[in-house]
């Protein structure tokens, strides 16, 4: 009994410390916590987790979060999985706080607003809002503001679009897209992600890579790796991948029927210099005739071409200057 007591004190005492980096799971019991009763169908775990995965509708998940909860910093993790819940609205946490969101699973869920996570910006570092029904452009908005967020997951959803500017959050280094309908992704929308390591666009319906997509202001990292696999890209526009520099471009299975000099020249240029990684190209319908002479010309970036293969079935590095006449 008195051991208990001693162990109740010391988690007190660390609790009212007033930890405010505490990381997700890291909480004291049923610190925070709403009255129970009140707070269903969701239910509050202690300071590590809230979860709402019995409820049914937006606004019973609203009326849970407008309870009483004690001001001590910020909860753990957020989970609601495989409801019928539609949206989640502008502050809907009210004054609840959190470290990660795990929304995963809700076959109706159409709609992020642009406020979703208010409040959370000073401490949210992980969302994953994977498989559900998102289509709103605003989920870019609400995901934009937290500022020290480092992994987002936007997986399997119906999204169409990356809005120009889409990222402001300058701690970000892991983004995936993947199996949305991305059809295009704006300007400048990744420029503030100095710490990006990896940004995956696979299995999305990207036609164009159009100017200054990739453009970073800066970047803290060895090497950010875009995966653009499995997508519908047939042009690059001149100035669409000026922006980067140690980095590895992934574009297997597309719809490239030529590398323009004017796209990819200066690219290939600083990979040699900076001794970066191929760029990967297979499986896409190249036609290897005048407009890739300037590859086939200069042996220093054939170490940087992955699997270019021509419309006879050749690599593209056993072409020889010869076989190809000039544009
Ligand atoms: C996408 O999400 C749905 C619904 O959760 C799931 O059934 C499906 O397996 C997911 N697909 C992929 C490619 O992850
Ligand atoms: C080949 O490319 C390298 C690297 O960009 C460059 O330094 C060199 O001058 C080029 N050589 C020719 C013959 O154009």
Redesign the pocket.
Known sequence: MKGLHLVTIACMFLFTAGHRNMGPGQGAPTSGCPSEELFLPCECEGSAVIQCNKAKTTSEVVESFKQKFEDFGAFGTFHMKNTPVSKIPSRLFGPAKFYSFRI??N?NLNSVEDNAFAGSEPFAEHIDIS?NAISSPSVFQAISKLDQLKYINL??NSLTEVPNNAFGNQALQFISLR?NKIQSVGQYAFQHLANLERLDLRNNLITLLQDNVFDFVKTTVDYTSIALENNKISDVSNNALVGLKRSEVLLSNNLLTTLKAEAFQSYFEKIVQFNGRAIVLKDNPFYCDCRVKWIVENKSYWPYIGAMTCHDGRNIQSYKVEELEDC
Do not use: D, F, I, V
Request: charged share 15%; glycine share 14%.
């Open positions: 995963t699973g076959l498989n997986e399997n199996y």
